[in-house]
Antibody
Framework: QVQLVQSGAEVKKPGASVKVSCKAS????????LHWVRQAPGQGLEWMGR????????YYAQKFQGRVTMTRDTSISTAYMELNRLTSYDTAVYYC?????????????WGRGTLVTVSS | DIQMTHSPSSLSASVGDRVTITCRAS??????LAWYQQKPGKAPKLLLY???RLESGVPSRFIGSGSGTDFTLTISSLQPEDFATYYC?????????FGQGTKVEIQ
């Protein structure tokens, strides 16, 4: 079925990096952007950026510029989000999300989320 | 960035109640607004897009309205499965932004 399957929870120390994966199935991976959204504990949703799986082009929220890298491997229909120089403020659930079409930016398909805990 | 502001941040209601949540954008966003429902430990679920268009499979008791800067989500008759947090999202301009959410709790 159509789904996004994310990698498991991570615990990282401050200053480290984390790389979260999101494997797509049931649809044409290269036919839709793939976005990343995070949610800190008890907080709202924060859009981080997106990748075009067809071209590899990326667009990041200014807040994360220089610290986030989104990549993809089309051979295995998987997108990745790597966040560097982690602090406690990066403790959050990270979601990948697919918009309804290539020209829309609201999301009808979400991964289950990956909890990243940053703690010394 | 376009700021999205929910009101109220939380509310208590009973099954069968009519519930209205408001989302205000810091600038005009036409009708480029989506609503999501999120339950604890789950990913958000798309309810409506283009301010009022119902996503496939979403019950018709969820009603969206508004344009410009002011939007509302109305649940016409609250059901037990509707107790959740609701978020608006604007997709008019980048970065795409969400409101802080409205939590609907059982009275």
């Amino acid at each position: 079925q159509v789904q996004l399957v994310q990698s498991g929870a991570e615990v990282k120390k401050p200053g480290a990096s984390v790389k979260v994966s999101c494997k797509a199935s049931g649809y044409t991976f290269t036919g839709y952007y793939l976005h990343w959204v995070r949610q800190a504990p008890g907080q709202g949703l924060e859009w981080m950026g997106r990748i075009n799986p067809y071209s590899g082009d990326t667009y990041y929220a200014q807040k994360f510029q220089g610290r986030v890298t989104m990549t993809r491997d089309t051979s295995i229909s998987t997108a990745y989000m790597e966040l560097n120089r982690l602090t406690s403020y990066d403790t959050a659930v990270y979601y990948c999300a697919r918009p309804t079409s290539m020209v829309r930016s609201y999301f009808d398909l979400w991964g289950r989320g990956t909890l990243v805990t940053v703690s010394s | 960035d376009i700021q999205m502001t929910h009101s109220p941040s939380s509310l208590s209601a009973s099954v069968g109640d009519r519930v209205t949540i408001t989302c205000r954008a810091s600038q005009v966003i036409s009708n480029s607004l989506a609503w999501y429902q999120q339950k604890p430990g789950k990913a958000p679920k798309l309810l409506l897009y283009a301010a009022f268009r119902l996503e496939s499979g979403v019950p018709s008791r969820f009603i969206g309205s508004g344009s410009g800067t002011d939007f509302t989500l109305t649940i016409s008759s609250l059901q037990p499965e509707d107790f959740a947090t609701y978020y608006c999202q604007q997709y008019y301009g980048t970065p795409w932004t969400f409101g802080q959410g409205t939590k609907v709790e059982i009275q």
